[in-house]
């Protein structure tokens, strides 16, 4: 390395550095909580399945930001670009693929249709829901 | 000296690469979702809960995430001209890359022997695909760490030698974000 070292390229060298040490740091604790999240049981189903993606997906931007510059002064624009439509896909198939999944799910079942339909309701959390269509007897909207 | 010029010069060998990993994004995403969608079909095998250490997977983590920090000083290094720390923290993220391979060969051998194999479940095939796949990647770059180190060794850093390094670094961060969602989605979710 040259001895008389630019103010510029020094401030640089240390951006960088910095950069990477704090994408190290945040990417530690973003592991360490999920982690201790699981290992002392705080949450539970649903919302410990979004609180991990939603760790997961945050160290993803941290690391992507530290580590691999993207969103960072106006580089390759390509760059995002091209990322953004790989996220597009990647959000259109994967949840596409696992809806799709889900509703197979339930037709193999070889239930009537009425237990299928009690069961969709059930999952969504409808419990009390009832369709008039499937009444002849239209009593229970009037009083008396 | 930093140099800005390699990225002006290469745009189009770093553009097609990057669209490379998109690409195995896309991959991944759908060993992903079949993953998801198996992870409850686990036939008389056993379920994640009860194969899933989380302190050994832990330590797999932060090795991983360790060597993504060194890799990235190594570039900076290189960028900056010093052939004796690029080397150095090129070597730093082998021993950490090869520790984890290590860690992972070792985790799939003893659910082999203990009779969980691919074979058992749709979960455990599922497993063994998502995660025997992202260890695949991590092989072939310790492979290509290992080549990238000797050339610098021996050629010194050109600014081809520092083309192939950045596209490395880049390989290499995204197995490690790979491995993020892996550690959470299969290990994390599946041990709860």
Not at chain 1, 7 to 24: Q, R, T
Not at chain 1, 63 to 92: E, N
Not at chain 2, 18 to 32: E, G, P, R, S, V
Request: glycine share 6%; proline share 1%; net charge negative.
């Amino acid at each position: 390395m040259s001895k008389k070292v630019d103010e510029k390229d020094l401030k640089k060298f240390e951006k960088s550095i910095n950069n990477y040490i704090a994408g190290l740091f945040f990417s530690l604790v973003l592991t360490a909580i999920p982690y201790y999240i699981v290992v002392t049981n705080k949450l539970e189903g649903d919302q410990l399945t979004f609180a991990i993606i939603g760790y997961a997906s945050i160290q993803l931007a941290v690391q992507l930001y530290f580590f691999v510059h993207i969103f960072d002064d106006g580089k390759p624009f390509w760059k995002s670009i091209s990322f953004a439509y790989t996220a597009f896909v990647v959000l259109f198939i994967g949840i596409g693929s696992l809806w799709i999944m889900k509703n197979l799910n339930y037709l193999m079942m070889q239930m009537p249709a009425e237990e299928t339909q009690q069961m969709l309701l059930e999952d969504q959390n409808f419990q009390n829901y009832h369709d008039d269509s499937d009444d002849h007897d239209m009593s229970h909207h009037y009083e008396n | 000296m930093s140099d800005v010029g390699i990225e002006k010069n290469n745009s189009k060998t770093f553009l097609g690469f990057w669209i490379y990993l998109m690409t195995d994004i896309a991959l991944f995403m759908t060993l992903f979702a079949t993953f998801a969608v198996l992870r409850g079909s686990t036939a008389d095998g056993p379920s994640g809960k009860e194969i899933f250490e989380l302190p050994y997977v832990l330590t797999e983590t932060v090795l991983l995430l360790f060597s993504s920090f060194t890799i990235g000083l190594a570039m900076i290094s290189a960028r900056y001209g010093s052939k004796k720390h690029a080397l150095i923290l090129l070597a730093i993220t082998f021993i950490l890359g090869m520790a984890f391979l290590i860690l992972e060969l070792n985790e799939f051998y003893h659910l082999v022997n203990d009779g969980h194999s691919w074979r058992e479940s749709a979960f455990l095939s599922s497993f063994f695909t998502l995660v025997g796949t992202h260890g695949a990647h991590i092989a072939v770059g310790l492979i290509w760490i290992a080549f990238m180190a000797y050339q610098i060794f021996k050629t010194g850093l050109r600014d081809l030698t520092k083309k192939r390094l950045m596209m490395l670094t880049m390989f290499w961060h995204f197995l490690d974000v790979v491995w993020i969602f892996i550690f959470s989605i299969v290990y994390l979710l599946g041990a709860s």
